[in-house]
């Protein structure tokens, strides 16, 4: 399997290029408001959009450059899937969703929420013209600074994956959801809660679940473009 590093010489100037802060903390966004924010993962699926849409939704969907076509509705919230395994680079796999799709993608999700070092990660993607990036768990956006430096990208963490297939056996491919059942999250008020479910297992998990939990707490729901422009475009 290749694995496809960072350019280094292209990062550091990215990073010397950014204005220097007298922050030396993150920047951290908890909305006012109960949001909800549920995402699809890997491939476009009609029974997943339709039923968001059926809702007055539209869902995200982080697509994989292999799996891309040319037809989706206008209304879909496209995203990239950025596969770190794959022989093509992050900016190869860029051209090849804009190339399909005609989409400017705004955020980015790893395929199988593979990391490197946080720091590298979201700055790799920022340089890239990515603005949001939804790999890593939790339950808090933020906008990364080291070095004095605020990384121009947000990290939107999920806190839902795959409930409730996904246990700690399943931890070297994807990640824990953070509550032992994603019904606390709604029930503590948390927000916003990102939830993760792969079509391939829709079978499997409580992905409808979702929307029915959202509404009898009364959270909005938004898709990952949406929440960026509403809450952390000016943030």
């Not at 007055?56 to 994989?64: A, D, H, M, R």
Request: hydrophobic residues 40%; positive net charge.
């Amino acid at each position: 399997m290749k694995t496809r590093f960072f350019e280094k010489e292209d990062m550091l100037a990215f990073y010397r290029s950014l204005p220097l802060t007298e922050r030396i903390e993150s920047v951290a966004l908890r909305p006012r408001v109960k949001i909800a924010i549920l995402t699809h993962d890997d491939r476009f699926d009609e029974e997943m959009y339709g039923y968001g849409r059926a809702r007055g939704y539209s869902p995200t969907f982080f697509l994989l450059s292999r799996w891309l076509r040319q037809d989706y509705p206008a209304e879909a919230d496209l995203a990239l899937h950025y596969n770190k395994a794959s022989q093509h680079s992050l900016r190869e796999q860029l051209a090849i969703f804009r190339d399909a799709t005609g989409v400017e993608p705004l955020a980015n999700r790893n395929h199988r929420l593979w990391w490197r070092a946080t720091h590298l990660d979201l700055a790799h993607l920022a340089m890239n013209g990515f603005r949001v990036d939804s790999s890593q768990v939790g339950l808090t956006p933020y906008r990364l600074v080291a070095e004095q430096r605020q990384l121009p990208i947000w990290e939107l963490p999920l806190s839902v994956c795959d409930y409730p297939v996904v246990s700690v056996t399943r931890m070297a491919t994807c990640t824990l959801n953070a509550a032992a059942n994603m019904r606390t999250l709604f029930e503590r008020g948390l927000t916003p809660i990102v939830g993760l479910f792969h079509p391939y297992l829709k079978t499997q998990t409580h992905w409808r679940d979702f929307y029915a939990l959202a509404s009898d707490h009364g959270y909005r729901l938004m898709n990952v473009r949406q929440f960026y422009e509403a809450h952390l475009a000016r943030a």
